[in-house]
């Protein structure tokens, strides 16, 4: 495996040896920038918050709007990163019978390009969890726009294999390169993560748990804090409060969201959690949350969150438009989610409804769906498609 870090050759974990490859630039930068981190800049606005965006700031909302550095589009600091990781490529004078490479970042499909090209592996997979030219979320900045669509179709026919994480995302990609030999491998989920049981607090709060990264320009939150806000008047006449628990990228702007609207006292946000932690939280929840995005230029995004989700079998609430996205179908077919319009009217007249009959909140999960989605099944999906290509290969 060859990734980012400080350059060494590490001993091999399950046989698999990391070799991590970064040159001191890239060191010396993240240091000098470490100050755009969303952490940083959410503590600098905390220490001062009756001052107006900087400069920087509103550069650096520009270039996360944009999806530069780090985020998928061009330019990326891990452009550094490339080169050293070619240079030590051809230093190697490796040749591997299969390299998998993974977008984002896009140095990472164009390292593997180049490995095919030039003679450093006799099979190339390339995934897209998310489009690169047409990234749901970022639109990238003219005229690296350009660029990145011509690179992208290389690393396309350079590919013996692409896979990509839903059947509408596949047909894009399609779209680009119709030749493409194009697999749908799901994100799936850890089996662990499974086992949850709904409402493991104390009863006296409706908990509503969210563990992801909140994008508010595509999954609109002001109808559910306008409706915690007034589920909160409720509560003068003794009924239970209903709370939102956020952890994971982009709550703290839900949080300065939540205090427009009212609702601060509802919203609490727990920073960045680590995998367990998450886990934990989420089976101290009565519902988890999921609010469907909208706005977007195609469907075929369904985020891991979901999968994950739907392995812990606990109840999930979703808010959604109309018209059913692949995320609705999907959990759906899962059968444990509560499908509530994401509207802050239906909002408040479901929980007004759930005080008085728990039992809205109960759902029916098709075991034998999610089961087919396990990293373990979708891997071995994987590996079954690399074998039969590379026999191909062979022949």
Not at 318 to 324: N, Q, R
């Amino acid at each position: 495996m060859l990734t980012a870090g400080a350059p060494s050759c590490e001993p091999p974990v399950d046989g698999i040896a990391v070799h991590r490859v970064q040159p001191g630039s890239l060191d010396f930068l993240e240091s000098k920038l470490a100050f755009l981190r969303s952490e940083n800049l959410a503590a600098a606005r905390a220490r001062a918050p009756q001052k107006k965006p900087g400069m920087l700031e509103r550069l650096n909302r520009f270039r996360i709007r944009r999806g530069l550095g780090y985020l998928g589009r061009m330019p990326d600091l891990t452009d550094l990163w490339y080169l050293s990781a070619k240079s030590w490529l051809k230093q190697s004078g490796k040749v591997w019978d299969c390299v998998i490479c993974s977008y984002a970042p896009y140095s990472s499909v164009l390292l593997g390009m180049y490995a095919r090209q030039h003679g450093h592996c006799r099979m190339l997979v390339t995934d897209f969890r998310d489009l690169w030219s047409r990234h749901h979320l970022f639109r990238g900045l003219f005229p690296f726009t350009v660029i990145e669509r011509r690179l992208e179709r290389k690393v396309l026919a350079a590919s013996d294999l692409v896979t990509t994480v839903s059947e509408e995302l596949r047909q894009e990609i399609e779209k680009l390169a119709g030749d493409a030999n194009v697999l749908v491998i799901s994100n799936g989920f850890e089996p662990a993560a499974g086992g949850g049981v709904a409402g493991d607090g104390d009863g006296s709060v409706i908990r509503l748990v969210y563990t992801g990264t909140v994008y508010p320009e595509f999954q609109d939150i002001h109808p559910l804090l306008n409706a915690l806000s007034q589920l909160e008047r409720d509560c003068d006449e003794g009924a239970r409060p209903v709370s939102l628990v956020l952890a994971g990228g982009g709550g703290d702007k839900i949080v300065d969201i939540a205090a427009q609207q009212g609702a601060t006292d509802q919203v609490a946000y727990s920073g960045n959690l680590d995998y367990a932690d998450a886990i934990a939280l989420q089976q101290c929840a009565d519902f988890l949350l999921y609010i469907d995005f909208s706005g977007l230029d195609y469907d075929g995004v369904i985020p891991t969150k979901l999968f994950e989700y739907a392995g812990g079998a606990l109840p999930v609430l979703f808010l959604h438009d109309s018209g059913k996205s692949s995320a609705a179908r999907f959990m759906e077919q899962c059968g444990t989610a509560i499908f509530v319009p994401n509207d802050a009217g239906a909002i408040v007249e479901f929980f007004r409804r759930y005080r008085r009959d728990k039992s809205l909140a109960g759902i029916e999960p098709d075991e034998a769906f999610i089961a087919q989605y396990t990293r373990q099944n979708q891997t071995r999906i994987l590996e079954q498609a690399m074998s039969r290509e590379f026999g191909m290969l062979e022949d």
